[in-house]
């Protein structure tokens, strides 16, 4: 992939990561990569972390802080 | 060859001894599925003789089906002619694919099948054609519900049989997973048309053709002790299923129809994560391994990404390009819902009864009728 990484932060769901980016673990393994782009947690429920498998959705993580906890 | 009658197929017999190409591992299910799968096994220079009276006879089955979504002869007559543009359904002359008669007979049919999908799924409006308006319309309409599922009675409680059951049914459109799709790319632009190829290189592997999508189930199918060709259970498959492949491919061979695709696919990413954890939980509950399960432990990873892009850019990218495809987007969206509701509902509710949700294949000679 050319230019640079991009990091799209999808509202109420995850980060989409497109672009050449390091993944690693905080003691620094590196995180294996499956595909070109991947989407990372945020909502902290994934049983794949740190990838998204959608569990965002049944628990109705809000991206905008504002409205959490009106899902 | 003169007649034209109307209670058998003339043309099928005259020429049954001396076929040019192999059967299909699968039967017909009514006279214009019988008479299409007699005429692809002579070349098409035969067709005056193999297709007498096969418009007349179409003609007749259109008119009369009032449920085209559960109706067998046609679906499988369908799933044929499309499968002459795929390839690898019925070994037949490849000049089929663009004979004038099968185009003219799968145009006919797909005519009627999309006024009766735009009478009989509920209509949604999207309100706002920009791509966060989209995906928001998208992702509320295929929300998780609480309710039981096919995929929750598959991950508690499914037999051996009932998992194999499911895969052969899954198999009419996995094993030519993301193929509908791919027709539409070069009938989109800019931000849907990168969008598609985004998801469909991830579909077909990213450059390893052991990580296709396709290759992936036909290997779960492999270690379930299925085989692995295309089309060998098609005759377990009932109409509503053949139905729900048939309608991406006509929504993808259709440029016209390339708003349905958009809507469509993003449906099918959006409605993937979850339940495909369930399948593989199912599947390890029965103690089967990656083989088996990598391929839904695949698609939990994969569509979690592609949920996103087939919303945001892919959906609604085209939205934002042309609005007027809005209406078509919220369609396909909603057909896809619908549709494989009711096919998912069907198996559900057969397992429940403690029936097998597989057809019965008939006898050629016994006439179709509907399985309501």
């Avoid at chain 2, 931000?191 to 053709?209: F, H, L, N, S, T």
Wanted: aromatic share 6%.
């Amino acid at each position: 992939m050319t230019g640079e990484a991009q990091i799209v932060a999808c509202i109420d769901g995850p980060l989409l990561v497109r672009g050449d980016v390091e993944l690693l673990s905080s003691t620094g393994e590196p995180v294996e990569r499956n595909r070109r782009t991947v989407a990372l947690c945020r909502c902290g429920v994934s049983m794949i972390k740190p990838f998204c498998d959608g569990s965002h959705k049944l628990v109705g993580f809000r991206s905008d802080p504002s409205e959490a906890g009106d899902s | 060859m003169t007649s034209t009658d109307l209670s058998s197929s003339p043309a099928a017999e005259a020429v049954s001894d001396e076929s040019a190409y192999q059967a299909p591992p699968f039967g017909s299910r009514g006279p214009v599925s019988e008479q299409l799968l007699a005429a692809l096994r002579r070349p098409t220079e035969d067709a005056e003789l193999t297709l007498s009276g096969f418009a007349e006879r179409l003609e007749l089955a259109i008119d009369d089906s009032d449920d085209m979504l559960r109706d067998d002869d046609l679906q499988l007559t369908l799933l044929i002619l499309h499968g002459l543009h795929y390839g690898s359904v019925v070994d037949s002359d490849d000049e089929w694919e663009w004979h004038p008669r099968m185009v003219a007979a799968r145009v006919a049919i797909e005519r009627e099948f999309e006024a009766q999908l735009r009478e009989r799924v509920p209509s949604v409006h999207f309100p706002d054609p920009t791509p966060e308006g989209v995906a928001a319309a998208l992702f509320e309409l295929t929300k998780p519900g609480p309710g039981p599922s096919a995929a929750r009675f598959m991950a508690k409680k499914a037999t051996e049989e009932q998992v194999r059951e499911y895969v052969k049914l899954r198999s009419v459109y996995t094993l030519k997973e993301a193929d509908a799709q791919t027709w539409s790319i070069p009938r989109l632009n800019g931000r849907a048309k990168a969008a598609m190829v985004e998801i469909q290189a991830d579909e077909y592997g990213g450059g390893r053709p052991e990580r296709m999508h396709s290759t992936i189930f036909a290997r779960t199918m492999r270690a379930l002790g299925l085989d692995d060709a295309y089309g060998t259970y098609i005759d377990e498959v009932p109409a509503l299923t053949l139905a729900s492949f048939n309608m991406m491919g006509m929504f993808g061979l259709n440029r016209r129809l390339r708003g349905a695709t958009a809507g469509h696919y993003a449906v099918y990413e959006m409605t993937s994560s979850i339940p495909n954890r369930l399948l593989g939980d199912g599947f390890r509950r029965l103690g089967y391994g990656d083989e088996v399960t990598d391929y839904f432990d695949e698609h939990v990873e994969a569509d979690a990404v592609h949920e996103q892009i087939a919303g945001r850019d892919l959906a609604g990218g085209l939205a934002e390009q042309e609005p007027e495809l809005l209406a078509d987007i919220a369609f396909g969206a909603s057909a896809a819902m619908t549709v494989d509701g009711w096919a998912a509902d069907d198996v559900l509710q057969a397992w429940l009864a403690g029936r097998s949700p597989l057809r019965v294949p008939r006898t050629q000679s016994e006439s179709p009728e509907k399985s309501e």
